[in-house]
C-alpha cells in the first residue's frame, strides 16, 4: 500500500463515529486529504490527533434557545448549564421556555439551538442525551442544533452542559475528567481547551482552510 493510500485509512479511522457516541454529527470532513499539507501545523495536529478539544462547526451569531418543558429538562436546570457556557464566554440569544408548541414537536427553528423529548424517529441507541446539529457544508456555519435527552437524564450532572458544548460545534475529546468526553462516566468538568477564545480562532482555522 503507498503512503497516500493509507494516508486514506488513515483519515477514515480519525473521522469513523465512536462507540458510545452522544452525539450526532453531520459528519463532513473539515478538510480535505488534498488541502491537509496548506494548514498551519498546530491546527492540522490537532484535527489528525486531538491534541487539544476542537469543533467540526460553528455559531457566527448568538443562538437562540428554545427549551421544551416535555424533555423534563427544567428552566433552572438549562439556566445553569448555559451559565456554565456564559462563563467561559459564550454569548446567547432569547432563551424560550415552552411546554407546548409547534417547534418543540418539529425539531425547532433555524438559528437556535432547540432541547427536546427523545422521540421514536431518533435513534438514541445506548446514549442518554444526543444533539444533532445541522450547518452549511462549505463553510461549516451552524444553522440550528437539536438536543434530545431522555427524562431520566434530564437532571443529571453535567449532561446538559455537555450537549450544549456539541450543540455550539464541540466534538468529543477524550481526556478523563474532560466535559465532552465520549463516555459519562469518564467525564468531569474539566473545560480547559473550551473558552471562547480557543473556539473563535477554531473557527478562523476552519474559515482558511476551507477558502
Avoid at 476542537?54 to 428554545?66: A, F, G, L, V
Avoid at 456554565?84 to 415552552?98: A, Q
Avoid at 442544533?145 to 427524562?151: G, L, N, P, T, V
Wanted: aromatic letters at 12%; a neutral charge; charged letters at 20%.
Amino acid at each position: 500500500m503507498n503512503s497516500f493510500l493509507k494516508f486514506l485509512c488513515f483519515l477514515f479511522l480519525i473521522f469513523l463515529p465512536q462507540p458510545g457516541s452522544s452525539d450526532t454529527h453531520i459528519e463532513i470532513p473539515i478538510i480535505s486529504p488534498y488541502d491537509i499539507e496548506i494548514l498551519p501545523a498546530d491546527f492540522k495536529n490537532n484535527i489528525l490527533f486531538r491534541s487539544k478539544p476542537t469543533i467540526s462547526s460553528y455559531w457566527m451569531i448568538k443562538p437562540n434557545i428554545r427549551l421544551c418543558l416535555n424533555s423534563g429538562v427544567t428552566e433552572l436546570r438549562l439556566r445553569k448549564a448555559v451559565g456554565f457556557w456564559e462563563y467561559l464566554g459564550y454569548e446567547f440569544g432569547t432563551i424560550r421556555v415552552e411546554s407546548d408548541s409547534l417547534q418543540c414537536f418539529s425539531g425547532g427553528n433555524n438559528n437556535e439551538i432547540t432541547i427536546m423529548l427523545v422521540n421514536s424517529s431518533v435513534e438514541m441507541g445506548e446514549n442518554i442525551a444526543i444533539t444533532k446539529t445541522y450547518y452549511i457544508s462549505s463553510t461549516h456555519e451552524i444553522v440550528k442544533s437539536q438536543i434530545y435527552i431522555h427524562k431520566f437524564a434530564a437532571t443529571k450532572e453535567r449532561v446538559l452542559e455537555h450537549e450544549i458544548g456539541h450543540a455550539l460545534g464541540w466534538v468529543h475529546f477524550n481526556q478523563p475528567y474532560h466535559l465532552m468526553h465520549s463516555h459519562y462516566n469518564k467525564g468531569g468538568h474539566t473545560a480547559s481547551g473550551l473558552r471562547i477564545s480557543v473556539y473563535e480562532s477554531l473557527i478562523a482555522e476552519i474559515i482558511k482552510a476551507l477558502n
